[in-house]
């Protein structure tokens, strides 16, 4: 059936309608401004309420549809990138030449932040204990309605770290007893992680020591390599890097919340084809412990 005669029109088929940009449409959107509804994570317009829509706006007419989006807009974002800290999405987003800003705290503090308006996307990795799925329902519950998308940036190796010297001992999280583990913020994906794998011994936070908080990925391994901390529970690339063992605990996903409008702007644009080219890949490989071949699959469409 043509999208002249369905009931429905997608995205494309609206644009063509009315002449315009599909990146207009989900500006469109976005405001309120043109009726809609979703079905299975789709955006869908229905053909005579979408003429009716038309024929208001000739009219000078404002529809209350249009009044009650309006009023919920969520605000133009400043170009920065907000969330969990990752050594590859720095580098990337450096090299990159998008022109975006960098405020690195926790996967926590960056969705608080992002929920304020204070960047157009923001780094995640928190796993839901009830589903072990990543990020995807806290977004969900929080941003259901919100135009947001959420895209995978790589999967990567999380696990113990520590010297050569420990890890014939350390082959799980029931072996740190009685070593001081790195702490991060309590924020942090990796904190987060930490205590509901400790949850899943059997034991208690109480039953370990830990060090003083450190505000990085980076920060918490290099205790460990100055010996201020017997282990980190940290990426395989930074262990690599600092000549440390490393322990496979579990494969992660680090995904990108994003603002939609700015997801066609020219910065988020030229980053995205900067982490689509084989430069960005051959950097993952050099890292160690990424794979970054399932990057921008969409986890969530609000």
């Known amino acids: 059936m043509s999208s002249q005669q369905s009931e429905f029109l997608t995205t494309k088929e609206l644009a063509e309608l009315l002449r315009i940009k599909e990146r207009k449409v989900y500006d469109l959107v976005s405001a309120g401004e043109v009726p809609c509804t979703r079905a299975t994570g789709k955006l869908l317009f229905s053909r005579a309420a979408v003429l009716q829509w038309v024929a208001s706006k000739a009219e000078g007419g404002t529809t209350q549809i249009r009044e009650e989006a309006t009023a919920h807009r969520r605000p133009e974002p400043p170009g920065v990138f907000l969330g969990s800290h990752d050594p590859l999405l720095e580098w990337a987003l450096r090299e990159s030449g998008a022109g975006l800003a960098m405020l690195f705290e926790s996967s926590e503090e960056g969705l608080e932040r992002f929920a304020h308006g204070e960047g157009v996307a923001t780094g995640l990795h928190l796993l839901d204990g009830a589903s072990q799925q990543w990020n995807h329902p806290q977004i969900k519950a929080r941003f ?109 996903r680090f995904d990108l919340l994003v603002d939609r409008k700015s997801w066609f702007e020219a910065p988020m644009q030229r980053f995205v084809r900067f982490c689509q080219s084989a430069v960005f890949s051959e950097k993952a490989r050099e890292y160690q412990g990424y794979d970054v071949s399932g990057f921008g699959s969409v986890w969530f469409n609000g």
């Open 144 to 252: 259901a309605r919100e135009p947001l998308v959420l895209v995978e940036f790589a999967r990567r190796q999380r696990g113990l770290i520590v010297s050569q010297d420990t890890v014939g001992a350390v082959q799980g999280i029931e072996n740190l007893q009685g070593l001081t583990l790195a702490c991060r913020q309590p924020g942090a994906g990796s904190q987060r992680l930490l205590m509901q794998l400790i949850e899943q011994t059997g034991l208690t936070p109480d039953e370990f020591t830990f060090s003083q908080v450190t505000h990085s990925e980076a920060d918490a391994v290099l205790m460990v390599n100055q010996g201020k901390a017997d282990a980190a529970l940290g990426l395989q690339g930074l262990a690599e890097q600092y000549g440390l063992a490393f322990v496979p605990v579990l494969e992660e």
